[in-house]
């Protein structure tokens, strides 16, 4: 989505970024004593970078996520992926994913529909900032710098009723009154010298699932 946009406007607006402040995450007006859950991915580390195959420049898949520490009271839970350092006034979306199941405790690799790829079947999945109900792979324009994907799980106390795929307001009129918890985890990306190609951080074949 921009990753074609050319090096010389990447630099132009590298002080350009959505921020942090501007994610879902920190919008809600509910951090104070929120109880948090715990995000993690087998595929990364907080604040490390994404393996290229789940970038507009791999593959393009979905990573695996997997969650813990949720409140007994936990109906369902919501996922949002955005861009905190887009270079637009508010953050890109790149995922929602809602009804997921806590006792799942995991979404697998790829189960988000992408480029070629259908996902995990019974999954309702929300509208990204390119107005498809699938993941955007992260694109990151050329020499803007490192980008932040904030991968947002929010539960909730109980089941409100989602269009068929919800937006980003929708979800965050929903999680204001229904949200218990939330959980934090960040991914980077970053096309430093103008190249579309992003070094490889991670072994080519698929992750297991288990």
């Known amino acids: 989505m921009l990753e074609k946009l050319p090096e010389v406007i990447g630099h132009a607006l590298h ?7 501007k994610i879902v995450f920190n919008t809600l007006g509910m951090r104070q004593g929120m109880a948090s859950i715990a995000l993690t991915s087998v595929a990364f580390v907080d604040r490390g970078p994404l393996p290229l195959r789940y970038t507009a420049d791999g593959e393009g898949l979905s990573p695996p996520l997997q969650w813990a520490q949720l409140p007994a009271e936990t109906t369902s839970l919501v996922l949002v992926v955005e861009d905190a350092d887009s270079p637009t006034p508010n953050p890109l979306v790149h995922a929602i994913v809602v009804g997921l ?12 529909p992408s480029r070629d ?7 309702q999945v929300g509208r990204n900032s390119g107005l498809q109900a699938a993941w955007l792979p992260p694109d990151p324009p050329p020499g803007h710098g490192a980008h932040r994907y904030a991968f947002q799980l929010f539960a909730l106390g109980s089941a409100p009723s989602f269009s068929s795929t919800p937006g980003r307001d929708e979800i965050v009129e929903a999680l204001r009154e229904h949200a218990l918890a939330s959980g934090l985890l960040i991914g980077t990306c970053e096309r430093p010298d103008g190249s579309i190609k992003i070094e490889k951080t991670a072994p080519a074949g698929p992750l297991a699932t288990g």
């Open 15 to 21: 002080g350009v970024r959505a921020g942090l402040d």
């Open 101 to 112: 199941r806590p006792s799942d405790g995991k979404l697998d690799e790829a189960a988000i």
């Open 117 to 123: 790829n259908e996902g995990a079947a019974g999954l």
